[in-house]
């Protein structure tokens, strides 16, 4: 009811306006004065750009969108296609962002400010900015705040049910699998690196003192490594990757998961050895905490366990102490039996995993820091953890079962799985995003004239 009394709004306003350049018009000419006077006046009205089944996209709207747009694009410099084109593409995206909306609407998907206060306190660190600070660059580039919230929401939204409807839908058989570890997951990549490591980003359009301070950090960072110096020590102090705090640690990465270009430079080298890569981005140093084939456990069997989470961050709004505490009431809910984990991960967890109820799968030893690890150990089946911090947050876990597994055979299939979902992921995203659009009442008004 609200969008229809916008529109009905827009309607009035127009034929308002209509009316006071009616009556100027039949005005003596006594009076064109004050008639050009008045008319300079009037203020223009927000036209309709597009009507999305009940709802209604606004010529401000797009004209915010597109102005976006193209700041980004001159920021990566490519060059601007013609006005009209980009205008359409950036109205048939905010379309279908409109039809996902009113879709996740009608399946109970919320985005709460939790959520989304998380989601901008992320984007302002990765970017090596507070919020405010993150606000102030958007003014400088003519994009409202509220602009780039809103498309932080649609994103959000659309990556929760893009989850429920087509992840969790796509089907590996087995013999795809089998097929793709034959052809794809020989022992060179297969073996695994344990790394770390320090990020020094630069920011978008760095200038030469940027570049320059970054290459002195970098330059500090790299010979005080090279010469034994405690690695998490300078990875929280210069880093500014997520991990910066977990003293810059990894984890195991098969190499097949990582970029070509960190993987040509950390093959070449051994336990121990600091690494220096540059990007155009950054400065990275890597440290190779160790290197292993798993192919070389293939008797052994491992404990998995079966986890799930609930997530929160902590944010300008909710700061550290209130998200602990959060968690804690949570946490009491579920021991006193008030309360069932998935609900509740659905309601309140930050992380994608929340659509699933928290539900991480079956998790190999290796998969999470050593000192969660360890913590989890000492629960039992059910039993959920206090609050514990990470680089993403603050989690409070909960064990359903653990099991003995083969190791290395089903680690490789649990690979070549993700590969390859990842590999359908595009196709199943695009299926999706032309049924929706097919189901859809759309009317585009960008290119009628105003009434």
């Not at 597009?50 to 410099?77: G, P, Y």
């Not at 950090?217 to 998490?232: C, E, P, R, V, W």
């Not at 690979?415 to 009317?443: F, G, H, V």
């Amino acid at each position: 009811m609200k969008k229809l009394s916008v529109l009905t709004l827009s309607v009035s306003l127009a034929f308002s306006v209509a009316a006071c350049v009616s009556a100027a018009q039949a005005a003596p000419k006594a009076k064109s004065t004050e008639t050009k006077a008045a008319a300079q006046q009037i203020i223009p009205v927000d036209r309709i750009a597009a009507v999305v089944n009940h709802d209604v996209i606004t010529e401000i709207e797009l004209q915010q969108r597109v102005h976006q747009a193209a700041m980004s694009l001159r920021q990566q410099k490519i060059t601007l296609p013609p006005m009209n084109n980009l205008r359409n593409q950036v109205l048939d995206r905010m379309i279908l962002e409109r039809i996902i909306e009113q879709k996740a609407q009608a399946s109970g998907i919320r985005i709460d400010d939790n959520m989304m206060n998380g989601a901008i306190e992320q984007i302002a660190q990765n970017n090596g900015l507070t919020v405010p600070q993150l606000e102030k660059k958007l003014a400088q580039d003519g994009v409202s705040f509220r602009t780039f919230k809103s498309g932080i929401r649609s994103e959000l939204i659309t990556q929760r049910l893009r989850e429920r409807e087509v992840d969790d839908k796509i089907q590996i058989p087995e013999s795809e699998v089998d097929q793709f570890i034959k052809d794809q997951l020989g022992p060179e990549k297969r073996i695994q690196y344990r790394l770390a490591r320090i990020v020094i980003g630069l920011p978008a359009n760095p200038t030469q003192k940027d570049v320059d301070e970054a290459t002195r950090q970098a330059n500090i960072a790299l010979t005080q490594a090279s010469k034994g110096a405690d690695f998490g020590q300078l990875a929280a102090r210069y880093s500014r990757a997520p991990e910066a705090m977990e003293g810059g640690v990894m984890g195991w990465i098969p190499a097949g998961r990582l970029p070509s270009f960190v993987l040509d430079a950390v093959k070449k080298h051994k336990t121990g050895d600091i690494i220096p890569v540059r990007t155009p981005n950054s400065f990275l140093i890597y440290k190779i905490l160790g290197v292993r084939d798993p192919g070389d456990t293939a008797s052994q069997t491992v404990t998995q366990t079966h986890l799930r989470q609930i997530l929160m961050r902590p944010t300008n709004v909710t700061p550290e102490n209130v998200v602990v505490t959060r968690l804690n009431q949570l946490k009491d809910r579920l021991d006193k039996g008030d309360g069932d984990f998935a609900s509740l991960a659905r309601l309140h967890s930050a992380d994608p995993s929340g659509t699933r109820g928290g539900d991480l799968g079956w998790l190999y030893p290796g998969d999470l820091p050593p000192e969660i690890e360890q913590m989890l150990s000492k629960l039992s089946p059910g039993e959920v953890s206090a609050p514990v911090k990470t680089p993403y947050g603050w989690h409070i876990f909960q064990v359903l079962e653990r099991r003995n597994q083969s190791g290395v055979n089903e680690r490789l299939k649990q690979q070549a799985r993700d590969i390859l979902r990842e590999q359908k992921l595009d196709d199943a995203m695009l299926d999706w995003e032309r049924k929706l659009m097919s189901e859809a009442y759309i009317e585009k008004r960008v290119n009628k004239p105003a009434e």
